[in-house]
């Protein structure tokens, strides 16, 4: 009986590892005409994206992002970075990189 569990166990962890490989997927992004390899697949991954919409900074995510909230805070630099904890209940958007 002890064997039986070991095996299913095995064959379990087998099939949970195979379902998370990312099947198909090269293929997908080939059939879409973007070409495979290094840094090239972001790019044109990042122009496809931002031919369609615009995402970002000159169509720098992958994913659409919400507009903010209206009424919120922009938050461009460190102070007013650190100004939220004056307000906690506020709602916010980063409008830029902050060095800390």
Not at 11 to 30: C, F, H, K
Not at 50 to 59: E, I, R
Request: hydrophobic fraction near 45%.
């Amino acid at each position: 009986m002890r064997k039986l569990r070991t095996v299913i166990s095995v064959a379990l962890t087998i099939a949970l590892l195979a379902a998370m490989l990312p099947v198909g997927t090269v293929a997908a992004l080939e059939a879409n005409g973007l070409e495979i390899g290094g840094q090239g697949i972001i790019q044109q991954l990042g122009e496809t994206i931002a031919g369609t919409a615009s995402y970002g900074t000159g169509g720098k995510f992958l994913a659409p992002i919400d507009p903010p909230a209206e009424g919120s805070i922009p938050i461009s630099n460190r102070a007013e970075l650190e100004a939220i904890k004056d307000d906690l209940d506020g709602n916010y958007h980063l409008t830029a990189d902050i060095d800390l």
